[in-house]
């Protein structure tokens, strides 16, 4: 028989903010489940005093917010944040709980770049590109003092290139797709530098890496129809399909409608681009 979870006090019309990962959390239930599924940033967030203040004004639950902050007094550890905020719920059987404190343990045992490549992979995943690009370029400037693989050192590159691919651009990204091959001998990373540089429009770049790194027919034509595949989409693409309503306005004239659409289209724009970056 299924267990049924009560939902822990009141459910905040403010939400608790997680700004690095772009998430924005409602309930206690919710804190519960994104930290049970994002151990490796649960840190960032659990020993903030923000938390506890979110429990107490937003959640109606002051005797929690009030054992988070005795906790941060004594400068206690993760788990013993952890402990308090999964109580609250009952959403996770002991043994989910015993799991991911042992979870917790493992992270804590890593080695420092480590634990800031699974914070930065954390960050990527949620699409806040600016700061997992600051994590991993920082990796990068410690990796000899790190004692960082070669291939980790390829596979970070790779992840910087994809921050860089969404805040500025393919030709940018490009580079470290290629650094990333030569340290990781990917294909993955192979593929994104070779479309990367299509999507750039390098072309003689293009030609001259697939006589540097040999690459196969099959390969070429892999690329030739993925590129024509990303055409088909662009051009699918609602944003595009607006870009060319907005062209039609202006082309018949109609400037009023022209400048609001233009208007909408570049908020949209921005929106999606603050909600990447910050």
Same mark, same amino acid.
């Given at each position: 028989m =299924?267990?049924?979870? $009560?939902? =822990?006090? !009141?459910r905040?019309?403010v +939400?608790? !903010?997680l700004h690095?990962?772009?998430k924005?959390?409602?309930?206690?239930e919710?804190?519960?489940?994104?930290?049970?599924?994002?151990?490796a *940033?649960?840190? @960032?967030?659990i *020993?903030?005093n923000a938390l506890a203040? %979110?429990?107490?004004?937003? $959640?109606?639950? +002051?005797?929690?917010?009030? !054992?988070l902050?005795v906790l941060k007094?004594?400068e206690a550890? &993760?788990k013993? %944040?952890?402990t308090? &905020?999964f109580? &609250?719920t009952g959403?996770?059987t002991?043994?989910?709980?015993a799991?991911?404190? *042992?979870?917790?343990?493992r992270l804590q045992? $890593?080695k420092v770049?480590?634990?800031?490549k699974a914070k930065a @992979?954390t960050y990527?995943a949620?699409?806040?590109?600016?700061d997992?690009?600051?994590q991993?370029e920082?990796?990068l400037?410690n990796r000899?003092?790190?004692?960082? +693989?070669?291939?980790?050192?390829?596979?970070v590159?790779?992840?910087?290139?994809?921050c860089e691919?969404?805040i /500025?651009g393919a030709?940018?990204?490009?580079?470290? %797709?290629?650094d =990333?091959?030569e340290k990781n001998?990917?294909?993955e /990373?192979? !593929? /994104?530098?070779?479309m =990367?540089l299509? $999507?750039?429009?390098k072309?003689?770049e293009?030609? #001259?890496?697939?006589?540097?790194?040999?690459?196969s027919e099959l390969l070429? *034509?892999?690329? @030739?129809?993925?590129?024509?595949?990303c055409?088909?989409?662009a051009?699918e693409? +609602?944003?595009?399909?607006?870009? &060319?309503?907005i #062209? #039609?306005l202006f082309?018949e004239g109609?400037?009023k409608?022209?400048r609001?659409?233009t208007?909408q289209l570049?908020d949209e %724009? #921005?929106?999606?681009?603050?909600?990447d970056?910050?």
């Open positions: =299924a267990r049924v979870v $009560l939902c =822990a006090g !009141r905040s019309r +939400p608790l !903010r690095n990962v772009n924005e959390l409602y309930s206690a919710e804190i519960c489940y994104y930290l049970y599924h994002h151990a *940033t649960a840190e @960032d967030y *020993t903030e203040e %979110f429990y107490e004004t937003e $959640l109606g639950l +002051p005797s929690v917010a009030e !054992r902050r007094a004594s550890g &993760v013993e %944040f952890v308090v &905020v109580g &609250v959403m996770y002991a043994a989910e709980v799991e991911y404190m *042992t979870e917790l343990e045992d $890593l770049w480590q634990k800031q @992979d990527l949620h699409r806040n590109y600016r997992a690009m600051l991993y920082q990796l400037r000899k003092e790190n004692e960082m +693989p070669e291939v980790t050192t390829g596979n590159y790779h992840n910087l290139a994809i691919l969404h /500025s030709g940018t990204a490009a580079g470290h %797709f290629a =990333a091959y001998r990917s294909q /990373s192979l !593929r /994104s530098y070779l =990367a299509r $999507l750039a429009q072309d003689n293009y030609l #001259k890496a697939l006589e540097q790194y040999e690459v070429k *034509t892999e690329m @030739d129809a993925l590129m024509f595949e055409m088909v989409e051009a693409a +609602p944003e595009y399909q607006e870009l &060319v309503r #062209k #039609k082309s109609q400037l409608e022209y609001e659409a208007v570049l %724009f #921005k929106r999606q681009y603050r909600l970056n910050m």
